[in-house]
């Protein structure tokens, strides 16, 4: 498809659990970010990547929380040893351009809705 | 760090009518973006319209404009002809420019916006 693709769609875990959420980018967005977003809020920032490397960490809450994107596409945020104040819908977004010289939006997916019990 | 506030947590409109969603926000920043996203029921996030700070004119986009007060650091979004499909939440955001600092999108909470028929 044209958009950006997120898996699962929904994930209930148990308490403890590590879990994996998938973002599948537009073919040849340079920036991909992560956001989190709990019920009646507005997203909020986890990390960002440019290309491969992950320039911004800054909004991951704590080291259980990693991302990654290993070749510059397909990007995986990690939650290990899940906890219930962890549920909260997880959105990928992806931008056309960098960090550094940017114009276009970013395109959000439908976001992983994480549920942990 | 910036902040956007949006103090309306709920508003309604009649089908066909006008309607204006406030945000203000907070930065040292003289250049920067702004955008508005709406979220509707399937809880995509879609870019409505968006703002360069250094452009005096107000951007539009059909029925949906805006009334940017820099000095007061204010960016409501105007819906004219109101439509049961605008019912959605609405999400003001800030973004800096390249270069300055930080370069996620930082969303206010949201406002819910209900179509009367």
Same mark, same amino acid.
């Given at each position: 498809?044209?958009?950006? *693709?997120?898996?699962?769609?929904?994930?209930?875990?148990?308490?403890? &659990?590590?879990?994996?959420?998938?973002?599948?980018?537009i073919s040849g967005?340079? +920036?991909?970010?992560?956001?989190?977003?709990?019920?009646? &809020?507005?997203?909020?920032?986890?990390?960002?990547?440019?290309?491969?490397? &992950?320039?911004?960490? *800054?909004?991951?809450?704590?080291?259980?929380?990693?991302?990654?994107?290993?070749?510059?596409?397909? *990007?995986?945020?990690?939650? &290990?040893?899940?906890?219930?104040?962890? *549920?909260?819908?997880?959105?990928?977004?992806?931008?056309?351009?960098?960090?550094? +010289?940017?114009?276009?939006?970013?395109?959000?997916?439908?976001?992983?809705?994480?549920?942990?019990? | 760090?910036?902040?956007?506030?949006?103090?309306?947590?709920?508003?309604?409109?009649?089908?066909?009518? =006008?309607?204006?969603?406030?945000? =203000?926000?907070?930065?040292?920043?003289?250049?920067?973006?702004?955008?508005?996203?709406?979220?509707?029921?399937?809880?995509?996030?879609?870019?409505?319209?968006?703002?360069?700070?250094?452009?005096?004119?107000?951007?539009?986009?059909?029925?949906?404009?805006?009334?940017?007060?820099?000095?007061?650091?204010?960016?409501?979004?105007?819906?004219?002809?109101?439509?049961?499909?605008?019912?959605?939440?609405?999400?003001?955001?800030?973004?800096?420019?390249?270069?300055?600092?930080?370069?996620?999108? =930082?969303?206010?909470?949201?406002?819910?916006?209900?179509v009367i028929p």
């Open positions: 498809g044209a958009g950006v *693709s997120q898996s699962p769609r929904y994930k209930v875990t148990k308490r403890g &659990q590590d879990v994996a959420l998938r973002c599948d980018p967005h340079v +920036s991909l970010y992560w956001y989190r977003q709990a019920l009646g &809020q507005g997203p909020e920032f986890l990390t960002y990547f440019n290309y491969e490397a &992950q320039q911004d960490k *800054s909004g991951l809450p704590n080291d259980r929380f990693s991302a990654e994107r290993p070749e510059g596409s397909i *990007s995986t945020l990690t939650i &290990q040893r899940t906890e219930q104040r962890d *549920s909260a819908m997880y959105r990928c977004a992806s931008s056309l351009e960098g960090a550094s +010289s940017y114009n276009s939006p970013l395109h959000f997916g439908n976001g992983t809705r994480l549920t942990v019990t | 760090a910036q902040t956007v506030t949006q103090s309306q947590p709920e508003m309604s409109v009649q089908e066909a009518e =006008t309607v204006t969603l406030s945000c =203000t926000y907070d930065t040292s920043e003289s250049d920067y973006y702004l955008f508005w996203y709406k979220q509707p029921p399937s809880r995509q996030m879609i870019l409505v319209i968006r703002q360069e700070a250094y452009k005096q004119q107000n951007a539009t986009e059909n029925r949906f404009s805006v009334n940017f007060q820099k000095a007061a650091k204010s960016f409501s979004l105007k819906i004219s002809d109101s439509q049961l499909g605008d019912a959605a939440m609405y999400f003001c955001a800030y973004r800096n420019l390249p270069g300055a600092g930080s370069y996620q999108l =930082t969303f206010g909470k949201g406002t819910k916006l209900s």
